[in-house]
């Protein structure tokens, strides 16, 4: 096929000839006649001529280049069949006119292309004579090796340990446990910091503040309390409005507040309470609900997203605490929320790998705006929910309360859903035994992990979005590898139920809670 363009087209043109080089394609026969031998009409030729002549546009196809979002990436190809994924990653960087080689992975109809293009037509039973659309995602720069030990059992909690998390630059963990307890660790000593003591209940969640700065835990007492994680000390009275135990707990974004100062909390009692630290006042009360909350995201783009018993997803107004949307279709209680963009959320201003130090909060905001651009590149928020009617949804709530997708295939009540980093995937785990794999464009169904021989609690993804874990109620958890959809490693040690596990944000570390009362670090 003709090609239209500039320098980028030509250089494309260029590798895709060098490709057909190196294709192997057989080369025509001599037509000249040796001295002596008869001449032969065209019908008399030797079959194997014919077969190469046949043969030679199926080896080619006619593609076009498209991005997740449905932009054209140059004009459309005519490539060898046989052309391969590191030959395609070369073409496409041609194509984007990327200064560095950026990795990317390529899918024909939502099937990724593994070794092949030819390999891949013939799995989808794709006809050569239209033209192909091979779709490219790019992927994280950075690869996170999988955790594959425990380097240290952490013993101090005397009940149940029930969260743990990671700061967002990933230098301390926190955890929240049934004795009522806050214990801050140093995870490159991997020991014990402080231990915030004040809660008369079980300590039911915990949640970094974007600057890393504070910690916030919710209890079974019905208070919320603020701690300071260089001091252990806690930060002002404990704020006090909830008549039932705290459910969940989410802080303001920092790209949208400088000063991290507002915090999200869930209650039991129906309600959700929009707080400000600072002066340990509660400034807006959300009281919707019929039934008790059980998760409240507070998302990007100034809206708050909660979950209830009352099989309703509320959408709401962060600043003047309006009722915006309610998003309904769940026949049983709705657990568990998830937002595309969590994880460029969680780490706000720390890139991974880089240690910036910043000046002021205003160059912390601007930082962390940079980067939720950067993510975002002008798709809309998505938000999925898992719920007790064995299925899911997938939203986007900013611009509709329909559903994209209902995703059913549990057979047993959804108990947790992540979305990757990159927003590709959506992982869920389930009492069934199972995690799950789904698009998180689409919503549709990618493929099944079963190993776990009983319930799973919760996932969490590495930072480059290829690797996921998993924590079991068999005492194990496991790591799988997202490319191959196989359990990549298996990791016992803990002697009771793994309640909590997750990812540190710059992939050094997986750290784990369990009903043994001990908290483990897993690393490479």
Same mark, same amino acid.
């Given at each position: ?18 490709? %057909? ?34 043969? *030679? ?45 950026? =990795?990317?992975?390529? !899918? ?51 009940? *149940? ?73 806690? #930060?002002?009275? =404990? ?5 039932? !135990? ?31 630290? #600072? ?7 959300? %009281? ?24 309703? $997803? ?21 657990? %568990?929320? *998830? ?5 460029? #959320? ?57 559903? $994209? ?51 799973? !609690? ?33 990791? =016992? ?5 793994? !309640? ?20 483990? $670090?897993?690393?490479?």
């Amino acid at each position: 096929a003709e090609l239209h363009g500039g320098s980028e087209t030509r250089k494309a043109k260029m590798e895709i000839d060098k490709m %057909t080089r190196e294709s192997g394609r057989p080369a025509a026969p001599n037509p000249k006649r040796r001295k002596g031998e008869k001449p032969t009409n065209a019908a008399s030729q030797p079959s194997s001529t014919a077969e190469v002549d046949t043969d *030679a546009p199926k080896n080619r196809i006619m593609a076009q280049f498209k991005s997740a979002e449905g932009t054209l990436a140059g004009p459309q190809l005519d490539l060898p069949q046989d052309i391969t994924t590191e030959q395609l990653q070369t073409l496409i960087n041609e194509l984007l006119s990327n200064e560095e080689a950026m =990795p990317y992975a390529f !899918y024909v109809e939502d099937s990724e292309i593994t070794s092949s293009l030819s390999q891949s037509l013939q799995d989808k039973n794709v006809s050569s004579e239209v033209v192909l659309t091979i779709t490219y995602h790019p992927q994280a720069v950075f690869r996170v090796r999988p955790v594959t030990r425990c380097t240290c059992s952490m013993p101090g909690h005397t009940e *149940a340990v029930l969260s743990v998390n990671f700061s967002p630059d990933g230098k301390r963990l926190a955890s929240g446990s049934g004795d009522g307890t806050v214990r801050v660790w140093d995870v490159d000593t991997e020991t014990p910091q402080f231990t915030c003591q004040g809660h008369k209940g079980w300590v039911l969640c915990i949640a970094w503040s974007p600057d890393c700065k504070r910690i916030a835990s919710g209890s079974t007492d019905g208070d919320v309390r603020i701690w300071c994680p260089e001091t252990g000390k806690a #930060l002002g009275s =404990p704020l006090k409005g909830h008549k039932q !135990y705290i459910t969940s707990l989410s802080w303001e974004p920092l790209h949208r507040n400088g000063n991290a100062s507002r915090l999200a909390s869930a209650g039991k009692d129906g309600t959700i309470r929009i707080w400000d630290v #600072l002066i340990g006042r509660c400034l807006i009360s959300l %009281t919707s609900h019929t039934l008790a909350v059980t998760q409240v995201k507070w998302g990007g783009e100034g809206l708050i997203y909660s979950a209830s018993r009352d099989r309703s $997803i509320k959408v709401w107004d962060a600043d003047s605490g309006r009722l915006v949307r309610e998003l309904s279709g769940h026949a049983h209680w709705i657990n %568990t929320l *998830a937002l595309s963009n969590d994880y460029v #959320l969680r780490t706000s201003c720390f890139e991974h790998g880089q240690s910036r130090e910043f000046a002021n909060n205003e160059e912390r905001k601007e930082a962390a705006l940079e980067r939720y651009q950067t993510h975002m590149t002008g798709r809309a928020e998505r938000l999925i929910s898992g719920s007790d009617d064995f299925t899911m949804f997938l939203w986007e709530p900013s611009t509709s309360k329909k559903p $994209i997708a209902r995703l059913t295939g549990h057979q047993q009540l959804i108990n947790h859903v992540n979305f990757s980093p990159d927003g590709r995937y959506i992982a869920s785990a389930s009492f069934d035994k199972s995690v799950r794999l789904w698009d998180g464009l689409s919503g549709k169904f990618i493929s099944t992990l079963r190993g776990h021989v009983g319930s799973v !609690y919760q996932v969490c993804w590495s930072a480059d979005s290829r690797l996921l874990v998993s924590g079991s109620k068999d005492t194990t958890m496991k790591v799988w590898d997202i490319k191959t959809r196989k359990l990549k490693f298996d990791l =016992p040690g803990h002697a009771d139920e793994v !309640y909590t596990v997750d990812w540190s944000p710059d992939g050094e570390r997986v750290a784990s809670g369990s009903k043994d009362r001990l908290l483990r $670090i897993w690393r490479h």
